[in-house]
């Protein structure tokens, strides 16, 4: 989804007006305080920007990136207080009154781009209002996610709002269940469970044309994140059943099998076999990854071409994905969108030596970007072979596949819903980045909109 948000009001454009001007104030007191030392402006300045930037992402983001913020903004005062203590001259009254002016202008600048995830909560979703539904079905998997869908009640959730509950057990062919309650006359079809079952269950429902709801029931749920719904609100989600928001997205395609978020091949796709894998991510990863490309390791065998027809003969790591991925959000990268028709596909191709240290950093923490050897484009398909069966992660589940292997994106065939509390965007989608911050602050001031994911 690429939105705009409603032209800013006068409020939020007055707003924006003074974060701008108490910028600029503090900035001009600062110079004329300390013009006497110039390398006391620029590190005085520095550690003011530095305070303010780290301000404003612990104010508009949430988990680790808040707390990293709020460390950030701290250490940086301190620093502050500390140079000015020991200019001579000091002002301890006049210091306040500049982190004051600074503090309150973050405060406008939030109020003014409103994109904290309190307010996007209080505004409208995005998508299509429509109807509730008149025969809502929802396939449950009652292990999945530590048990959430047992600890939430939602099969009594279910019953109480006249949602169909459908319990999977061992052996029962999740595919079938979807088509089944379809042809029982379901006209929105959910699933509670890990992305890999939504991936199945949205199949099924882009097969058929019937809607679809995800319900966050599984350990991660990254499709949920990308969606723009709170994972923590298991029982909330079923209000897309109801009244709700309706727009399209893409599945990608590997073989005729879906999959909602990415399809992971080489060392990734031996990680994700782990057993330790589902519940400890990145623990299985660091643990694995150094053997894996230790000094003489080569390249999985993976031949493919980049845009420009450069043919490659293998990689350490090839990703694909539903939807090129954008901002990375303490240790998760999400999507700005899932409706582009692209797919986003890096390789990772890593030196012996010292890259090969740095690439398992980069590998863990989900920053592959950092590493030597990366390259990364987006298209509709992609292909690539291998003399024999090639292990992929697929949403998380470890599959062999037959070469070659065709990828390929299925623009806006799934009709999905959100309940109307939900935020409706991912993370990187309403980030405003340090870099975007004036540029956003100034269109907002000429009362312009600006594109949620812009």
């Known amino acids: 989804m690429n939105e705009a948000s409603p032209r800013p009001g006068i409020w939020r454009r007055l707003a924006a007006v003074a974060a701008l001007a108490l910028v600029v104030v503090v ?50 005062i301190v620093a502050v207080v500390a140079l000015e203590v020991s200019r001579e001259g000091f ?30 909560k209080r505004s409208a979703t995005p998508g299509a209002p429509v109807p509730a539904a008149r025969r809502g079905a929802l396939i449950m998997n009652l292990k999945s996610g530590g048990g959430k869908a047992e600890r939430f009640h939602l099969e009594d959730e279910c019953r109480g709002r006249g949602i169909e509950p459908i319990i999977l057990t061992w052996g029962d062919d999740l595919l079938q269940l979807a088509r089944d309650a379809i042809d029982r006359g379901c006209d929105v079809i959910g699933m509670a469970g890990g992305d890999g079952s939504q991936a199945l269950v949205a199949s099924v429902a882009a097969e058929r044309g019937v809607p679809m709801v995800v319900i966050p029931a599984g350990t991660r749920n990254h499709f949920a994140l990308d969606l723009g719904l709170d994972r923590d609100d298991v029982v909330g989600a ?18 005729g099998r879906v999959f909602v978020n990415n399809v992971s091949l080489g060392l990734y796709a031996t990680i994700v076999r782990s057993p330790e894998y589902r519940d400890a991510k990145r623990e299985t990863t660091l643990a694995a990854l150094p053997q894996m490309l230790g000094p003489g390791t080569q390249p999985c065998d993976l031949p493919f071409s980049t845009p420009d027809g450069e043919r490659h003969d293998g990689a350490h790591v090839i990703q694909v994905s539903n939807g090129p991925y954008g901002t990375t959000v303490g240790g998760i990268t999400s999507r700005p969108s899932i409706d582009t028709g692209l797919l986003g596909i890096f390789s990772l191709l890593v030196p012996d030596g010292l890259s090969a240290t740095r690439a398992v950093a980069a590998l863990a923490t989900s920053r592959p970007e950092l590493c030597e050897g990366y390259h990364a484009w987006s298209a509709p398909t992609f292909e690539l072979t291998s003399g024999a069966p090639i292990a992929v992660g697929l949403d998380g ?17 799934l009709r999905l819903r959100l309940p109307p509390q939900a935020i409706g965007y991912s993370p990187a989608a309403r980030a405003t980045g340090i870099g975007a911050l004036l540029p956003h602050l100034w269109q907002t001031v000429l009362g312009r909109p600006i594109a949620i994911d812009d």
Not at 100 to 116: E, H, T
Not at 397 to 413: A, Q
């Open 27 to 76: 900035l001009v007191v600062t110079i004329i305080i300390v013009v006497k030392n110039p390398l006391a402006v620029v590190l005085q300045l520095a550690l003011l920007l530095a305070a303010t930037l780290a301000a404003w992402e612990a104010l508009t983001r949430t988990g680790g990136r808040r707390w990293s913020g709020v460390v950030i903004a701290a250490a940086a």
């Open 91 to 120: 002002s301890g009254l006049l210091l306040l009154l500049q982190l004051a002016l600074l503090g309150v202008a973050v405060g406008l600048a939030r109020y003014a781009l409103a994109r904290d995830v309190r307010t996007l």
């Open 238 to 255: 079923l209000d897309a059943y109801g009244e709700a928001l309706e727009h399209a997205i893409d599945l990608g395609d590997v073989n």
């Open 397 to 413: 589940e470890s599959l062999d596949m037959d070469p070659p292997l065709v990828f390929s994106s299925r623009p806006g065939v």
